[in-house]
T-cell receptor, first 114, second 114 residues
Framework: SQTIHQWPATLVQPVGSPLSLECTVEGTSNPNLYWYRQAAGRGLQLLFYSVGIGQISSEVPQNLSASRPQDRQFILSSKKLLLSDSGFYLC?????????????FGSGTRLTVV | AQSVTQLGSHVSVSEGALVLLRCNYSSSVPPYLFWYVQYPNQGLQLLLKYTSAATLVKGINDFEAEFKKSETSFHLTKPSAHMSDAAEYFCAVTAWTGGFKTIFGAGTRLFVKA
């Protein structure tokens, strides 16, 4: 069966520090991968999505970047964190051409920038 | 472009009472509709989905939703609330706009009173 792993679960980082969040999927090949951010009391904001290795689409210009170095690995990064980067970050996957069947989400990373 | 509106950011019901969470959508093409549930500090879990088959869709934990095209609605119901249903619920719409794109609603937090 397919599983999605996301880590770390929580992270407290100072302003100006770098960030690296990792997401991996098991049990499937060539998935679509997504990074969402959920701010307190708000819905989900799509940050990046990827349909293949090295293929990244950015939905919102910001202080973050994403990379997909391997088929089932998706990384969210920042060189210098801002206070506004705080939030709950969720990784998700869907089968290629099958987003009409919904997404599977990871357990999320709570990022607090101090 | 599509959009999703969830009516009521907070809904409170008594244990054993009917749960009704409202979702209205807008889409210029046939939509695919979803409900997800999120427990505190966890990722989203797919509850149910409408993918153009039966208009009444049954999901996990006795939740169901009915697609009403004339009302552009996809409300989520459960006959009898349990304390364990307390969570945040997200409605989402996926539609083809040169590629499949998914939009999430802002979420409705469900409180269940003993």
């Amino acid at each position: 069966s397919q599983t999605i792993h996301q880590w770390p679960a929580t992270l407290v980082q100072p302003v100006g520090s770098p960030l690296s969040l990792e997401c991996t999927v098991e049990g499937t090949s060539n998935p679509n991968l997504y990074w969402y951010r959920q701010a307190a009391g708000r819905g989900l904001q799509l940050l990046f999505y990827s349909v293949g290795i090295g293929q990244i689409s950015s939905e919102v210009p910001q202080n973050l970047s994403a990379s997909r170095p391997q088929d089932r690995q998706f990384i969210l990064s920042s060189k210098k964190l801002l206070l506004s980067d705080s939030g709950f970050y969720l990784c998700a996957w869907s089968a290629q051409g099958a987003s009409i069947y919904g997404y599977t989400f990871g357990s999320g990373t709570r990022l607090t920038v101090v | 472009a599509q959009s999703v509106t969830q009516l009521g950011s907070h809904v409170s019901v008594s244990e054993g009472a009917l749960v009704l969470l409202r979702c209205n959508y807008s889409s210029s093409v046939p939509p695919y509709l979803f409900w997800y549930v999120q427990y505190p500090n966890q990722g989203l879990q797919l509850l149910l989905k409408y993918t153009s088959a039966a208009t009444l869709v049954k999901g996990i934990n006795d939740f169901e939703a009915e697609f009403k095209k004339s009302e552009t609605s996809f409300h989520l119901t459960k006959p009898s609330a349990h304390m364990s249903d307390a969570a945040e619920y997200f409605c989402a719409v996926t539609a083809w706009t040169g590629g499949f794109k998914t939009i999430f609603g802002a979420g409705t937090r469900l409180f269940v009173k003993a």
